[in-house]
Each structure stands twice: as C-alpha cells, then as structure tokens.
C-alpha cells in the first residue's frame, strides 16, 4: 500500500516514520471514542511482521468496515483532515481509497473500505480481515493491525487504486516474493490460498498465488453486494456485475468472461449490447454517488 516514496534523507525518512506513527495513534483514538472498527497496515505494520516494505510511503493506510467508512472520514474532518478530489477520465467508477490530506501532516491518510478485485461483499471482506486481526502498540495506543497474511495479502495487491486495467508497470511484486518464499511457511501457503479465495481475489493475486506455487483456480465474478458498493448502487444487477468484472478483471480474462456470458447469436449480442448500455449509465453516476455519502 502506497509505493510513493521518501527519498530524501534517512532523517527525514525517520521523522516521517515518526509522523506516521502519530497519525496511526490519532485514527486508533477516534475510532474507539466513536466506536468505528479500523485495521492499520501499509508500511509500518510490514515491518511489525518482520518483513521489509521497499519504499517509505508518504501515506498511512487503514482498512476501513464500509459500514464506518463515512463515519470516519466525519470525524477526521472534524479534525482538519481534507477529502481528496481527484478526476477520473478513464473509468466511470470512483477510485477505490479515500484519501485525506492535512496541512499539519507531512502524510497522507488512505482509507480502504472497499478493495478491487476482492469480489466478495465488503462486508464479509472486512470480517474475515478483523476476525484474524492482531494488534500492535503505536504511538502510546494499542492499535488493531492486519496480521501477517493479511499484510501479505495487501502488500501484494497492484491496483488498490481501482484505476488501471493493467497491473501496476512499478510493481514490487517480485521484491515481496523474494520476502515472501522465505518467510511463509507451507502450512501459512495453504492458509493464504484459502483466505484469497475467501475474499474472491484469486485473479486479482495470481501472481501472488503462482509466484509462490499456489494454484488461484477459475476466475470469478464480481458478487452482487461487491458490485453495489463498488457503485454505491442500493442494489445491482447480473448485468451489473458482469460490466464490473469487464472493467475490473485483467484484460485476458475479460474475453474468457464475455465468451461465457454473452451468446454468439444476433439476439444474444443485441441483448448483451442493450444490458450492457444500461448498466454502464447506472455505473457513470457511481463517483457522485460516493462523494454525497461522504461529503
């Protein structure tokens, strides 16, 4: 999470890891008074599960219950925290962190409530996060963390942005696998190919999974529940999911997708192409839609 870097020198590096830490602390506190449920992760966490991140990112990083996400993002405004705005040309979906900025903060806060290519309800994504929670002393604060697979998992994950239909061309996954071979035992193995199958992001960690000699399985579909948060639709349709998984899968499993979906007939291709129409006007309202439930 968060590959931009501190390259100056190691002393500001360190103030910076200083300042993080601070921000973590600040977020821990305002979801316990406000009863908000959090995960930390990103680079400080990496390193509390003696694995090493390449970069010292200039943001902090928390996993977010959707159900909290604008309950928190409320509360930090409160605080001074500024909302993010950015424009989004390519894709009629919003980006998939909320980003916040403070004047006072040399970082940047990430927000994830919702992760791309994580095809399961968000929801049930964030439980099965929280259930295997551990928890770290930040800043004078006990903080709930990712534990180690699910930083693994994170770390791993190329496009948390939701903004690319390419896997990231500054990608680290190969430093992280390096790390990763040697730190993961084959009983820790299994047990990641199974959380990734729970959260529905075989295809999104393929690299992950075969880079470590884990076989991802069949692609999957986005969920319904996935695809209307994605959306901030109150519900979506089969049409729906099917667009998202066109929009989000990696191009050479788009045409796997539409070959199993779509039927090869004049009807077949007409009723795709009218589903298709439809859904995609429901999905170009979804940035709006995001901002009125934060703002």
């Known amino acids: 999470m968060g590959r931009s870097s501190e390259s100056e020198t190691s002393a500001r590096g360190a103030a910076l890891r200083l300042s993080k830490d601070r921000i973590i602390g600040m977020v821990a506190r305002e979801c316990e008074a406000r009863e908000l449920r959090a995960l930390a992760g990103g680079g400080t966490v990496f390193a509390m599960h003696g694995l090493i991140s390449p970069l010292v990112s200039r943001s902090v990083s928390f996993i977010v219950a959707p159900a909290d996400l604008a ?20 894709s009629p979906l919003p980006g998939a962190i909320t980003r916040l900025t403070h004047e006072g903060w040399p970082a940047s806060l990430d927000l ?17 996060a929280w259930s295997h929670q551990t928890s770290a002393e930040i800043n004078g604060v006990r903080v709930p ?33 390096d790390q990763f071979r040697v730190a993961l035992s084959a009983k820790e193995c299994r047990a990641l190919l199974r959380r990734v199958r729970d959260l529905g992001a075989s295809e999104e960690l393929r690299p992950l999974l075969e880079g470590l000699g884990l076989d991802p399985g069949e692609p999957v579909l986005p969920s319904l529940e996935y695809t209307a948060w994605r959306t901030g639709l109150p519900s979506a349709t089969i049409a729906d999911a099917c667009l998202m998984g066109v929009i989000e899968l990696p191009n050479e499993q788009r045409w796997a997708l539409i070959r199993e979906k779509v039927r090869f007939t004049p009807r077949g291709l007409f009723r795709a192409a009218r589903a298709a129409v439809i859904s995609f006007a429901r999905l170009r309202q979804a940035p709006q839609r995001l901002a009125k439930a934060l703002d």
């Open 71 to 90: 309950g928190l993002v409320h509360a930090l405004r409160e605080k001074g925290w500024v909302r993010e705005r950015t424009t989004r040309w390519l």
């Open 145 to 177: 963390i990712l534990d180690k697979l699910g930083t693994v998992i994170f770390a791993a994950h190329d496009r948390l942005a939701g903004d690319k239909s390419r896997r990231s061309p500054d990608t680290n996954l190969e430093f992280f696998l």
């Open 112 to 128: 994830h409530a919702v992760i791309p290519g994580f095809f399961e309800d968000p929801e049930i994504s964030f439980e099965h």
